[in-house]
């Protein structure tokens, strides 16, 4: 595998199930990031780990909790969601945070029933 | 008033034609503006970034920055069916989060 991979590609699930996300990088770097990509409207900034710690919380709602163990891996857990979630979900990472070059992920197109 | 500000399209052109895709952005402070491109169900892609104001070219591809007018310009030679896909910009500064636009559709004809 190489560059960002994430699992699974396609999520459906009620509003009272938990599911997480899976990413993995394999490009050695240093800070990770989750991004919300919603139809016509622009990306959204939800985390960044840098060195597995997190360093941004953009405002969203208790309902999304990411987890980085590692440098290589982030998730994203996903419980009591609301159907205005429904979205792709977006990793990417960067040799450090800042950075211009982010790598994305092919993404998960996640829908909420 | 959003911060980057583009056209969504779709935009469609014949295949040989030149492309000129932009964006607007608010912020005087942004120092680093990108462009990404992004294909069908998958992620985006950076294809080139520029830092302050000025001209960059690589390949058929040429990314352009006038701080002035805070005008962010994509332009596409000799475009080809393969360049079809939404293109995102997208600017930050050293203070700030990477805002992107939404993207603009493109589709070139053969």
């Known amino acids: 595998e190489t560059g960002v991979t994430q699992t699974p590609r396609h999520l459906v699930m009620g509003m009272t199930n938990k599911k997480s996300l899976k990413c993995e990088q394999h490009l050695g770097h240093n800070a990770m990031y989750w991004y919300k990509q919603s139809a016509k409207k622009p990306l959204e900034l939800m985390f960044v780990?840098?060195?597995?710690?997190?360093?941004e919380n953009n405002s969203v709602p208790s309902r999304f909790s990411p987890e980085c163990p590692n440098s290589s891996h982030l998730f994203l857990h996903l419980h009591t969601l609301q159907p205005e979630d429904s979205a792709l979900y977006l990793c990417a990472s960067s040799q450090r945070r800042g950075g211009p070059e982010q790598y994305f992920g092919p993404g998960t197109r996640l829908t909420v029933t | 008033q959003k911060e980057v500000e583009q056209d969504p399209g779709p935009l469609s052109v014949p295949e040989g034609a030149i492309v000129s895709l932009n964006c607007t952005y608010s912020?005087?402070?942004?120092?680093?503006f990108m462009w990404y491109r992004q294909y069908s169900r998958k992620g985006p892609e950076l294809l080139m970034y520029t830092y302050s104001s000025g001209n960059k070219e690589d390949g058929r591809f040429t990314a352009q920055v006038d701080k002035s007018s805070k005008y962010i310009s994509l332009f596409i030679r000799d475009s080809q069916p393969s360049d079809s896909a939404t293109y995102l910009c997208a600017s930050y500064s050293s203070a700030s989060k990477i805002i992107f636009g939404s993207g603009t559709r493109l589709s070139i004809r053969p």
């Open positions: 780990y840098s060195l597995e710690e997190r360093v």
């Open positions: 912020n005087s402070a942004f120092q680093y």
